[in-house]
């Protein structure tokens, strides 16, 4: 609105009432303008602490899944090693466990920028724990 504004001496009008009023509602819409842009700004600083919550939640469900993931693989060392008839249900686990390290590093390099990210975080999870529910 600001560079649309001519002021009404240059336009050659006379100093009045008229010329005055015009003034008044430049002076107005610049407030309004102004108010607006300080709303948007607020709005995306809302927005962005939205994001760093999301991210912080997304890294939270990573350390969990983490977490369980070397849980799993002490527990099957300490229980199936040694027996050989489980040898090849330990492999699989092992198996299973360094495709979740590498999904794990995997989500550990990509920003923290979209809800995809997040979902695609929810489905490597749902998948690893389907895959562990449902072997092959």
């Given at each position: 609105m600001a560079e649309n504004f001519t002021h009404p001496l240059r336009r050659g009008e006379k100093i009045g009432t008229t010329a005055t009023?015009?003034?008044r509602a430049s002076v107005d819409?610049?407030?309004n303008e102004n108010a607006r842009l300080r709303a948007a700004q607020e709005a995306e600083h809302d927005e962005c602490l939205m994001w760093e919550n999301t991210a912080h939640a997304a890294?939270?469900?990573?350390?969990a899944l983490q977490a369980r993931v070397e849980e799993a693989e002490r527990n099957l060392?300490?229980?199936?090693?040694?027996?050989?008839?489980y040898r090849a249900?330990?492999?699989?686990?092992k198996a299973l466990a360094e495709r979740r390290k590498?999904?794990?590093e995997e989500i550990r390099d990509c920003p923290w920028t979209s809800?995809?990210?997040?979902n695609?975080?929810?489905?490597?999870?749902?998948a690893a724990i389907e895959e562990e529910v449902h072997p092959e």
């Open positions: 009023d015009r003034l819409n610049l407030r890294e939270a469900e990573r350390d060392e300490t229980h199936l090693l040694g027996y050989s008839p249900e330990l492999d699989r686990y590498k999904a794990l809800f995809a990210f997040v695609e975080i929810r489905r490597i999870a749902r």
